[in-house]
C-alpha cells in the first residue's frame, strides 16, 4: 500500500537495499534517475554503503518504517546520503551502481 511519503523509485530502491547491503565492509550502491529529478523530488537518488543501517539507528532513523510509509527522501535526507545534480536535460533511465572494493 502507498503512502504520502517523499521520493521516488529510485530512492525507494536504495532504502530496500540498506538492509540487505547492513555490515558489508567495502560496498557501495548508488541509484540515480540521469534526468536529476527522482520522482517528485529535488534529489538525483541516494547513495547506501555497509554502514548505512548502523548510521540511521545511531540517528533514531527506521528502515522498516520510511519503507512502509514509502519515505526514502527523509530517511536519506537525515543520514545526509541523497545525491542532488540538479535537472541534466535528459532523461535516458535509471542508474544503479554496486561496487565494492
Known amino acids: 500500500m502507498k503512502s504520502d511519503g517523499k521520493g521516488g523509485r529510485n530512492q ?3 532504502l530496500a537495499a540498506v ?3 547492513a555490515g558489508l565492509k567495502d560496498v557501495m550502491l ?3 534517475a540521469t534526468d536529476g529529478e527522482d520522482g517528485p523530488t529535488d534529489a538525483a537518488g541516494a547513495v547506501v554503503t555497509g554502514e548505512s543501517a548502523q548510521r540511521a539507528e545511531s540517528l533514531g532513523v527506521s528502515v522498516a518504517d520510511h519503507l512502509s510509509r514509502n519515505d526514502a527522501y527523509s530517511f536519506f535526507e ?3 546520503d541523497l545525491v542532488h545534480t540538479g535537472p541534466s536535460g535528459t532523461n535516458v533511465n535509471d ?3 554496486c561496487f565494492a572494493f
Do not use: H, K, P, Q
Open 78 to 80: 537525515a543520514l545526509g
Open 30 to 32: 548508488i541509484s540515480i
Open 12 to 14: 525507494e530502491f536504495a
Open 19 to 21: 538492509d540487505t547491503l
Open 95 to 97: 542508474l544503479v551502481l
